[in-house]
């Protein structure tokens, strides 16, 4: 379960761009990428720093965007590469928030490093402050910020 007591800022709060959590959206699926970027953008505290929809996409945005954290669909575009990826973001040290349809991939995802797994469905109000959980669960966001 993340820590949620550690919520960095609320809608309404004033933020800087330098405070803001930089997060990398990882989906198959374009629509999705832009719906969730769309849901980010009406947090004060989050901005979508890139979005990527394959693992080689994903981390050429790691060096280049360097977000805080990650917010992926393991699908992508299938369980295989969507779990590689997954151990590889945590393995740089960046904090992974799982979001995608495969409910029986909660336990892979949690053993590959998964700071928290959501589902799609009915559970979009979650992510911003699983995201946020998240980043600041992990000392490697928490010292940069």
Not at 38 to 56: F, H, I, K, V, Y
Not at 82 to 89: A, E, F, V
Not at 133 to 145: E, G, L, M, S, V
């Amino acid at each position: 379960m993340l820590p949620t007591a550690s919520i960095l800022a609320r809608k309404g709060t004033t933020m800087t761009a330098a405070n803001r959590l930089r997060v990398l959206i990882i989906d198959h699926d374009r629509r999705v990428r832009r719906g969730l970027s769309d849901l980010l953008s009406t947090e004060t505290d989050l901005e979508t720093c890139a979005t990527a929809g394959s693992p080689r996409t994903a981390l050429a945005h790691i060096s280049a965007r360097r977000p805080d954290v990650a917010l992926l669909d393991v699908l992508l575009p299938g369980p295989a590469q969507g779990l590689s990826l997954l151990q590889k973001l945590h393995s740089l040290g960046l904090p992974v928030v799982v979001l995608t349809t495969a409910v029986s991939l909660r336990d892979q995802a949690q053993q590959s490093g998964a700071a928290a797994f959501l589902e799609k469905d009915g559970n979009l109000h979650l992510i911003p402050q699983a995201l946020r959980a998240a980043a600041q669960a992990n000392p490697k966001t928490r010292r940069q910020r």
